[in-house]
């Protein structure tokens, strides 16, 4: 069964730091895109970073300077770093990936969504 597992979420006092980790498992070719995403309560889901499978990193106006996405496609992990956290980045946050099965097509999945909160 191919999942998408996080973990990491917690709660941090503003001004602190958290690390999400996103483990992808199962009958997997290959990952192509990664990304955390997170929603707020009442609020739409919103795209915080991305990583291609080359590397190369986008991230949402909010989180730069502040948060660092990475992956290892050896243990097909995606990792956000994030420092400074802000009240306003207390939101469940979500993995998402493109997997190649064998099949050899692109499938989406996402992750079960970790919470962070950011309170004192």
């Known amino acids: 069964q191919v999942q998408l597992v996080e973990s990491g979420g917690g709660l941090v006092q503003p001004g602190g730091s958290l690390r999400l980790s996103c483990a992808a498992s199962?009958?997997?070719?290959?990952?192509?895109?990664m990304g955390w995403y997170r929603q707020a309560p009442g609020k739409q889901r919103e795209a915080v970073a991305v990583i291609t499978s080359g590397g190369s990193t986008n991230y949402a106006d909010s989180a730069k300077g502040r948060f660092t996405i990475a992956r290892d496609n050896a243990k097909n992990t995606v990792y956000l770093q994030m420092h400074s956290l802000k009240p306003e980045d207390a939101a469940v946050y979500y993995c998402?990936?493109?997997?190649?099965?064998?099949?050899?097509?692109?499938?989406?999945?996402w992750g079960q969504g970790t919470q962070v909160t950011v309170s004192s």
């Open positions: 199962g009958n997997i070719l290959s990952i192509n895109a």
């Open positions: 998402n990936a493109g997997l190649v099965q064998p099949d050899r097509y692109q499938y989406d999945y």
